[in-house]
């Protein structure tokens, strides 16, 4: 009974060092490992064994069923080495600690210039973020053939103040983000959401609140401001004059208004450009365009909180990035003339 015993002792120690010594200790190279979906434990031992990231895969069933953890292997591609034991390579799988992609946003992107940075990395077609999101400067009122943007107002309360007839424009918020391989279209922008609800500080919105202002009306004020000057203190002044014209009833002939309705990346604008029938043409119609043109970064939405009063009523922004200021419209006008040849 005794021999018994002490051999019971022996082959769980065996078993025990097994299981937590690694594959080797010496080499660190990492190797991508594929869980496909329906694989179960036998399979993903066996595979683990082929690979030589484990010694003995019947020890790796071993442990996942005696653990209770042979259920609760996820699928997706892992980045493994030999040098990790197997509760450290059960872990992994069991936590969904796949590889991840990683994606940056950048502050004054529109939803054209997100769904074609998707696409040129292979993730998405531009065509599944704008058939979730909305397609960019449409009013959806009005049409029909294009899918309505999906609903996420239930889980944000932000979006409640957003018209349901325009796209999620102006709240995916600019950032650096890591994303699954795996993760379709909707959890990519529920996670720049949820990004932008964090973004947007209690203090912030009792402060929209104490103005007057929706969270709305601030962000599609800050994507105008992110389009039209880059330095923090411009766009502070364009801030000022913007809301000051708005407030007077100024139409705000913001150019950034222009190239969103028409797709061109180009700072000029021509007069038949300016006569476009769209609610987001901010020459023809006056007030604030239908909705964001572009997701705005923190800086510009926090310039539009607070914006910077002053005694100007125009500016304009040179292809260099310098900004001028005028008083008056001749004053602009000349400075036009000289500045924009």
Partial sequence: MKKVFLALILIIGLLISVIYLPKSTTSEKEVIFIIKKGEGSK?????????????????????????????????????????????????????????????????????????????????????????????????????????????????????????KNISLEGYLFPDTYEINKEANIETVIRKMLSNFDKKITPELRTEIKKQGKTIFEIITMASLIEKEVKTKEDKELVSGVLWKRLKTGIPLQVDATISYITGKQTTKISKADTLIDSPYNTYKYYGLPLGPISNPGLESIKAAIYPKSSDYWYYLSTPDGKTYYSKTLKEHNIKKAKYLK
Avoid: C
Avoid at 137 to 161: G, H, I, N, Q, T
């Fill in 43 to 163: 399979e993903i031992a066996l595979n683990l064994e082929k690979a030589g990231l484990i010694n003995f895969s019947p020890i790796f069933r071993f442990y996942v069923l005696t653990t209770g953890k042979a259920g609760k292997l996820q699928a997706g591609d892992y980045l493994l080495s030999p040098s990790m034991n197997i509760p450290q390579i059960v872990h992994k799988f069991t936590t969904g600690d796949i590889i991840k992609e990683k994606i940056t946003i950048i502050e004054g992107w529109n939803l054209r210039d997100i769904g074609f940075y998707f696409e040129n990395k292979g993730m998405f077609q531009a065509e599944e973020l704008w058939e979730v999101a909305g397609f960019p400067a449409v009013d959806f009122s009005k049409v029909r053939d294009l899918p309505k943007p999906k609903d996420f107002s239930s889980d944000y309360e932000f979006l409640k103040e957003k018209p």
